[in-house]
């Protein structure tokens, strides 16, 4: 079970975040989670939002470089050692995480860990057998 | 090959001949034009100072400039009694550049041509379609005398006054098999031919097409030939010196052969003026050594490009020039490295999804700092640090590899770089008023 996150390349200078996200906005599309990566001059927004491709399409109108992949939404639950319980699990079984970044649900009492690794098949069985949920698109909306 | 004594004469006979030529023409040239009369004379050196092919680099530079300020009829060696033809070229700068051939240029230019034309590997068995402009341009009529003094059916096509239309029905019901024109016209041609339902493979008959007068790339080249269906050769030429014939590609394809008994080629730097070694990166300079109505002394081409005098596959010992890699007006120094602009746009144009829109900025901090803005496409975007890194180092490592200047690049998101009609602002010098 994979979910679509979108991905923004942006130059690292004053006002790009809040051009995306005012762009997102009067599209009425919804930011699930956030997180901003930067190297040097340039870096990437990565977002989880309700609508990817329309959230695509939008910021692709506005001229930005925009890309859609998958990645994993595990949960987790929000107490000490979950998350090192999900990072050895793909470890130990030879995943690698290219990145990842957190989230706390409000109404549940969980977090959420989105992760894009190496090997998305090899992933989703480790974490099964290891009993960790993975949720789809719509279960991380009615989060 | 066309004249094959004289396009396989060893190295050694030809530049004696070249040696006993340049003397006759330095002779003419003094005694028959006041400008190189005066030229001569504030350089203090006289025609029997020239003793050896050496000594050619004592002579002083003839420009662009010299034949403007002399215009129109001021450089001519012979009385406008004796002059046949003129061609013109129009330039940039308002005051055009008149060129004039007596009775016996045209027919040496027309040998020349026709030697360049067997090069390339045509016979007299073609059927040559010449789509360069016909008129004050040397292009018609340069390929047409020599098409003819080859022996070949030569069609004159004239582009831009015989419509596309046309040239794509004449290329199909007379089933011409060379197509001499402009690379981008050669491209336009196949576009056009598509949307009319022709497969170039099916319904036309070329075999070589000869394409010049503008700069083009191997990328261009394998365009052409596969919209074509034919092997591209490049030529060269300039249109104060004949215009093209000047320099042709053989089968071999790796450089022009220059003929070593009409012509004098050196490579200087553009900056000072000192002559090159081959291989060596500069200016292309022209001594003309058989030209009666308008010879020229060392002229610069603004052309920069690198001479090969390594025996060529095909036989001919004639040394090469290579494909024209830039001009030297548009050179950029960079810590005291030439760097031309078409360089970048070489390097850019290799990697897929990226050289559509870039920008070169030079600046200056303690030492010159080259930074090359290239544009992030869906084509190269990763929502990866690391592949976006490895591609800015990338591009970085080609253009260090081919400038022998390092190169900052920094990865822009698209429209950042000014779109402007027409010539786009690919060079920004920041330079400009700092010390």
């Known amino acids: 079970m994979v979910v679509e996150q979108v991905s923004v390349f942006v130059e690292n200078k004053p006002g790009r975040l809040s051009k995306v996200t005012r762009i997102l906005g009067e599209a009425g599309i919804n930011i699930r989670a956030l997180s901003i990566a930067e190297l040097g001059e340039f870096g990437v927004i990565r977002l989880i939002v309700d609508k990817p491709h329309e959230a695509k399409a939008v910021l692709t109108n506005s001229g930005?470089?925009?890309?859609?992949?998958?990645?994993?939404?595990?949960?987790?639950?929000?107490?000490?050692?979950?998350?090192?319980?999900?990072?050895?699990?793909?470890?130990?079984?030879?995943?690698?995480?290219?990145?990842?970044?957190?989230?706390?649900?409000?109404?549940?009492?969980?977090?959420?860990?989105?992760?894009?690794?190496?090997?998305?098949?090899?992933a989703e069985e480790v974490l099964s057998r290891e009993g960790i949920g993975l949720l789809s698109a719509e279960e991380l909306q009615s989060l | 090959m066309f004249e094959p004594e004289i396009e396989t004469m060893p190295v050694k006979e030809l530049k004696e001949l070249q040696l006993e030529r340049l003397k006759a023409t330095v002779k003419y040239c003094y005694e028959n034009v006041p400008f190189y009369r005066k030229k001569f004379k504030e350089a203090e050196l006289r025609p029997e100072d020239i003793k050896s092919l050496e000594d050619l680099a004592k002579i002083p530079f003839t420009v662009k400039d010299d034949l403007r300020d002399h215009y129109p009829y001021g450089i001519l060696a012979k009385p406008l009694k004796e002059v046949v033809r003129f061609h013109s070229s129009s330039g940039t700068t308002g005051i055009p550049t008149v060129v004039g051939y007596t009775k016996k240029d045209i027919s040496t230019w027309a040998r020349l041509m026709a030697r360049g034309l067997a090069t390339a590997g045509v016979t007299s068995d073609d059927i040559v379609q010449v789509a360069y402009g016909y008129g004050l341009f040397t292009g018609g009529l340069g390929f047409h005398y020599g098409c003819e003094e080859l022996g070949a059916a030569t069609i004159p096509a004239g582009g831009g006054i015989t419509p596309t239309k046309r040239q794509i029905q004449i290329l199909k019901d007379m089933h011409s098999t060379v197509l001499c024109c402009t690379p981008s016209y050669a491209l336009y041609l196949a576009e056009e031919a598509r949307k009319e339902g022709i497969d170039?493979?099916?319904?036309?008959?070329?075999?070589?097409?000869?394409?010049?007068?503008?700069?083009?790339?191997?990328?261009?080249?394998?365009?052409?030939?596969?919209?074509?269906?034919?092997?591209?050769?490049?030529?060269?030429?300039?249109?104060?010196?004949?215009?093209?014939g000047v320099g042709m590609e053989c089968e071999a394809r790796e450089g022009l052969h220059v003929w070593s008994d009409h012509f004098i080629m050196e490579v200087i730097d553009p900056e000072s003026g000192e002559v090159l070694e081959p291989g060596e990166k500069g200016e292309l300079v022209f001594t003309t050594l058989t030209r009666e109505a308008m010879p020229l002394l060392r002229y610069r081409s603004r052309d920069i490009s690198v001479v090969d005098v390594e025996p060529c596959e095909c036989g001919r010992t004639h040394p090469r020039m290579l494909r024209v890699l830039g001009r030297s007006d548009d050179m950029l120094i960079i810590r005291g490295v030439n760097v031309f602009p078409s360089q970048v746009e070489h390097v850019l144009m290799r990697i897929p999804g990226i050289g559509d829109h870039y920008q070169i900025i030079v600046d200056r901090d303690?030492?010159?700092?080259?930074?090359?803005?290239?544009?992030?496409?869906?084509?190269?975007?990763?929502?990866?640090?690391?592949?976006?890194?490895?591609?800015?180092?990338?591009?970085?490592?080609?253009?260090?590899?081919?400038?022998?200047?390092?190169?900052?690049?920094?990865?822009?998101?698209?429209?950042?770089?000014?779109?402007?009609?027409?010539?786009?602002?690919?060079?920004?010098?920041?330079?400009?008023?700092k010390i």
Not at chain 1, 96 to 121: C, T
Not at chain 2, 204 to 232: D, H, M, Q, V, Y
Not at chain 2, 382 to 399: G, I, N, T
């Open chain 2, 200 to 244: 170039p493979e099916r319904d036309f008959s070329l075999r070589i097409g000869i394409f010049g007068a503008e700069p083009w790339s191997e990328a261009t080249r394998k365009k052409i030939e596969s919209a074509l269906n034919l092997r591209a050769h490049d030529v060269y030429g300039l249109s104060e010196i004949w215009g093209p």
């Open chain 2, 366 to 433: 303690i030492l010159d700092v080259l930074r090359v803005k290239v544009e992030v496409t869906p084509e190269v975007f990763s929502d990866k640090l690391a592949e976006l890194e490895a591609l800015r180092r990338r591009v970085e490592e080609e253009l260090a590899a081919v400038l022998n200047v390092g190169a900052k690049v920094e990865l822009v998101e698209p429209g950042t770089i000014p779109r402007t009609p027409g010539k786009a602002q690919r060079v920004v010098d920041l330079r400009k008023g």
């Open chain 1, 64 to 122: 930005f470089t925009v890309g859609v992949n998958k990645v994993l939404a595990i949960e987790m639950g929000d107490e000490p050692g979950s998350l090192a319980r999900i990072a050895s699990a793909l470890g130990d079984a030879g995943v690698n995480i290219d990145y990842a970044y957190a989230f706390i649900a409000r109404a549940k009492e969980k977090a959420v860990l989105i992760a894009r690794v190496d090997d998305i098949k090899r």
